[in-house]
């Protein structure tokens, strides 16, 4: 048998190993097997996430498949570019991310490639993933208010358009507008109520804030704990980040708030995904598949979901204990690729309502 495997994946290769060779060729199928061991397969991946779940995850994978992954960080604009400038020479096979909307960006840039997977389609709901393949979410977080346990009764708390009242003048803690967390809630916004009502809330929270926006979720949080506002605008996982932190006022910061879950007899709170893609120029695009495929089932999102407070996207996969204590809740299953297709709109709406 002559087969060049330098060309070949492990998942290629197996799949002849089996089609052609069958048990009655016992030896022969063991040659093939240790030569493709001696092969190192490889995948590359460009990535904005900085949790250590991932490179924990990326151990696992190596030592369960013999695909070595090699990772390059960076932070989204950088990583960007870099696909841009590279085109299909590109050194990476995926670009994983935290927020729909640079998902968006990569694929209305061409970026990503067509996929499918029978695994994934039956894993991940519709709603959290591109239609033909091009994305696909892994961990969900939600976008939610963390009020002041002492100060604020949940009778005062409805739906994310409630922020707008005038009651909530001075009280509102959220961080800028070039933020894709709040692009993505803001894009949601406009599904949901149409452009001209989204503008009129997004100004009437900016008259609601208590400051204009400076820092980052968990600074949004400790505000609330600080009694400067009494409600902050933060994604789920910031809240366990700060309740389990090693800093004592961060702890407290965290424990000085409660989460609610806006919009629950209505649509269902707004929420967002990290997720990755395989890229144009993907030379190891099997591999690739293999390694979203395995980050999807329950081995991985099990360390997903304990390490990092976010929501697994497998149902058969609880959440960890702290996030169930946050309890059960209503998603808005507005499709993610619409979230993505409306940041444009998003960021022009926030510049006419003026939120820095
Ligand atoms: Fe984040």
């Known amino acids: 048998m002559?087969?060049?495997?330098?060309?070949?994946?492990?998942?290629?290769?197996?799949?002849?190993?089996?089609?052609?060779?069958?048990?009655?060729?016992?030896?022969?199928?063991?040659?093939?097997?240790?030569?493709?061991?001696?092969?190192?397969?490889?995948?590359?991946i460009y990535t904005d996430r900085h949790y250590e779940v991932d490179r924990v995850l990326y151990d696992l994978f190596e030592a369960e498949t013999g695909i070595k992954v090699n990772i390059l960080p960076g932070n989204p604009e950088e990583l960007l570019s870099r696909m841009k400038n590279e085109g299909d020479r590109g050194f990476a096979d995926i670009y994983f991310t935290a927020d729909v909307a640079r998902l968006y960006q990569a694929q209305a840039a061409g970026f990503f490639q067509n996929s499918s997977s029978a695994v994934l389609d039956s894993i991940i709901p519709s709603y959290l993933r591109e239609e033909n393949g091009q994305w696909y979410g892994l961990t969900k977080r939600a976008r939610i208010i963390a009020y002041a346990k002492d100060r604020v009764d949940t009778s005062m708390l409805s739906t994310y358009e409630d922020l707008a009242n005038a009651k909530w003048k001075g009280k509102i803690a959220v961080r800028a507008s070039n933020n894709v967390y709040n692009q993505s809630l803001l894009a949601s916004i406009i599904a949901n109520d149409g452009e001209e009502a989204a503008l009129a809330w997004a100004t009437a929270v900016v008259a609601n804030m208590y400051q204009a926006p400076s820092g980052n979720d968990r600074d949004q949080v400790k505000a609330v704990f600080a009694e400067k506002a009494d409600l902050a605008i933060v994604n789920t996982y910031y809240v366990g980040k700060l309740l389990n932190s090693e800093d004592p006022l961060e702890k407290e910061a965290g424990e000085s708030v409660n989460i609610y879950f806006p919009n629950q007899s209505g649509r269902g709170t707004h929420i967002n995904i990290s997720g990755l893609g395989i890229l144009n120029g993907a030379k190891n695009a099997e591999n690739a598949m293999k390694l979203i495929e395995f980050l999807a089932q329950e081995k991985a999102q099990e360390q997903l979901a304990e390490a990092n407070y976010e929501f697994p996207v497998n149902k058969n996969v609880p959440a960890s204990q702290l996030v169930q204590s946050w309890g059960t809740f209503k998603e808005d299953t507005l499709s993610l690729q619409t979230i993505g297709e409306l940041n444009a709109t998003a960021i022009q709406l926030f510049d006419k309502a003026g939120w820095k």
């Not at 330098?6 to 069958?22: D, E, R």
């Open 2 to 44: 002559n087969i060049k495997f330098s060309t070949l994946t492990v998942a290629l290769a197996s799949v002849f190993v089996l089609g052609s060779c069958g048990s009655s060729a016992e030896g022969e199928t063991n040659a093939v097997e240790n030569e493709v061991a001696e092969v190192q397969e490889e995948l590359n």
